[in-house]
């Protein structure tokens, strides 16, 4: 199981605009919608779920990069979305730096393991100083896919 | 600082997802506090317990054993609050089959407090109690998301006052008053 097969052009957006956490994630749950990976009306109560467990706790886990998520019942698949920020989101990080780079996963109860497993692969990647390097210099989703396929071939978790 | 204090114990972890964000969060932001190295290990890999990106990439997954390690000047009490909060499945209450104890958030105040050298006093409506003392905090009718002020002197007084504005900033993590706290703001 690869992060990389979650991830394709129409998950993947390198410019988010909003730098409010908030309007953030409603923004790449809209982009779930178009990618038909979230049903519209799903929108509101999964924005909820993933607004709640941040208040249990900022998911800006360090180095410029959050991984919002939560699982929510009425979810049939596991989405993961991705978005650059040039400017940076506020998260509330607990390195109190603003996120450039948010991975966010909502799936239904049930799939803790995959979960679990997107989670270490993100971290690590965030950790890793080249892919952080890498990834300011890619213009387009294509190189992204390129860069995170690359690094999980050669990453400690692959 | 002596090198030489250091304060280890082993638990199994109990959290029905593991070691996994949440728990790693809460772990990292309270190890935070203090000046001791902090190391956590499990099934073999170790990480520093101040990074969560380190931690994150552990397999801690649920039963596996974890080992947590202090060590510096104030290992002891980065020990006595990080072990507690391990030990209580990390303040993690998803688990939909345990009961809650009602005065959950009063026995994490308690016991936390009592991990310092420092006096912790905790005042509530003009009264002050000993943090440490859970009959006196429980006669102060404190809730998860109560006003408090905290006196607090001593010479880790420091690192208690971090630790308490933790506990206050996430409503002691009653996760149930931390959500509805979501809803009544929306």
């Known amino acids: ?158 | 600082m002596s090198e030489s204090d250091e304060y280890s114990s082993e638990l199994t972890i109990k959290n029905k997802l593991g070691f996994h964000v949440r728990p790693i969060q809460r772990f990292a932001e309270l190890a935070r506090a203090f000046d001791c190295d902090v190391e956590v290990e499990i099934e073999g890999r170790s990480a520093s317990g101040k990074s969560v990106l380190e931690m994150m990439s552990l397999k801690g997954e649920s039963g596996a054993h974890m080992t947590l390690t202090c060590r510096g000047s104030d290992a002891r009490q980065g020990h006595c609050v990080l072990s507690f909060l391990a030990k209580n499945r990390f303040f993690v209450e998803d688990q939909l089959d345990e009961e809650l104890h009602p005065l959950r958030h009063l026995r994490r105040l308690a016991h936390m407090s009592a991990c310092f050298d420092s006096t912790v006093e905790v005042a509530k409506d003009e009264q002050r109690v000993d943090a440490e003392d859970f009959e006196a905090l429980k006669e102060l009718d404190i809730e998860p998301r109560s006003s408090l002020d905290f006196q607090i002197e001593g010479p880790d007084a420091a690192q208690a006052e971090i630790i308490m504005d933790n506990l206050l900033k996430y409503h002691f993590y009653v996760e149930t008053a931390l959500n509805s706290s979501v809803k009544n703001s929306e």
């Open chain 1, 1 to 158: 199981m690869c992060l990389i097969d979650h991830l394709d052009e129409n998950t993947i957006d390198m410019d988010l605009e909003a730098v409010e956490r908030d309007a953030a994630l409603r923004s790449l749950l809209n982009m779930a919608v178009e990618a038909d990976r979230l049903p519209e009306d799903m929108i509101d109560t999964t924005l909820e779920a993933l607004i709640e467990r941040e208040q249990l706790g900022s998911t800006g886990i360090g180095n410029g990069v959050a991984v919002p998520h939560a699982r929510v019942d009425e979810l049939d698949d596991t989405a993961v979305l991705f978005g650059h920020s040039e400017t940076g989101v506020s998260f509330n990080a607990l390195d109190g730096e603003p996120v450039h780079y948010i991975f966010l996963v909502v799936g239904p109860e049930g799939e803790e393991d995959l979960y679990a497993e997107l989670m270490r692969r993100i971290s690590s990647l965030a950790r890793d100083d080249d892919f952080r390097h890498f990834l300011r210099q890619t213009r387009n989703t294509a190189q992204i896919r390129d860069l995170i396929e690359d690094m999980e071939g050669v990453g400690p978790t692959a």
